[in-house]
Structures are given as structure tokens and as C-alpha cells.
């Protein structure tokens, strides 16, 4: 039987830290509920393209895992930015997600 259950955003940022190899270059985390999509925004350290790719391409596991939530997962790489602290592009009612 196939589940039909929505993930929360926390869950979701949950499985996301357990399943990241880099998360090492994660900053800061954030969560915010925006309707039906759990949006999940990660300010890195300045990171490469390659780790990037690798970041994303977890998307992937996300999907398998919750196959009926609606997700969306952003990178803030400081690499990308004149700025040390991206946090300004956050909605202001995201909420900080303890990753540890």
C-alpha cells in the first residue's frame, strides 16, 4: 500500500542532514512552509560547483523518500557572494533549523 502522508519540513531538513555527506560546508539551515511546499534554504560555506552538483543531486533522495510532499531545497553559496551573510534572501518567517 502506498502511503499518501506529507512529510513536514522539518522531517524532510532532518533526512536531508542525515543523508549529506558535505554538510559539513552547511552554515545555516532554515525551514519555512509556504502552502503546500516545504522549502528548505542552506547557506554553505563557500563551496565549488562539484559539491554544488552534489548538494542538489540529493534532491533525488528527497523525492524517494517523500514522494507526496512538495519540496524545494536552496543553496545559498557564499561563494556566489560579495556578502558574508545571505541570510537577508530568507524569508523573515523562516524559522533557523538546529542541524545539530
Do not use: C
Amino acid at each position: 500500500m502506498i502511503s499518501t502522508r506529507v512529510a513536514t519540513v522539518e522531517e524532510i531538513a532532518r533526512y536531508l542532514l542525515e543523508i549529506a555527506e558535505d554538510k559539513s560546508v552547511f552554515r545555516r539551515m532554515w525551514t519555512h512552509q509556504t502552502g503546500e511546499v516545504a522549502e528548505i534554504w542552506i547557506m554553505t560555506e563557500p563551496i565549488d560547483v562539484e559539491t554544488e552538483k552534489r548538494i542538489h543531486g540529493l534532491g533525488r533522495e528527497l523525492y524517494k523518500k517523500f514522494p507526496n510532499t512538495l519540496f524545494d531545497v536552496r543553496l545559498l553559496n557564499l561563494r556566489l557572494s560579495d556578502s558574508p551573510d545571505l541570510s537577508f534572501l530568507v524569508p523573515r518567517n523562516a524559522k533557523l533549523f538546529n542541524m545539530h
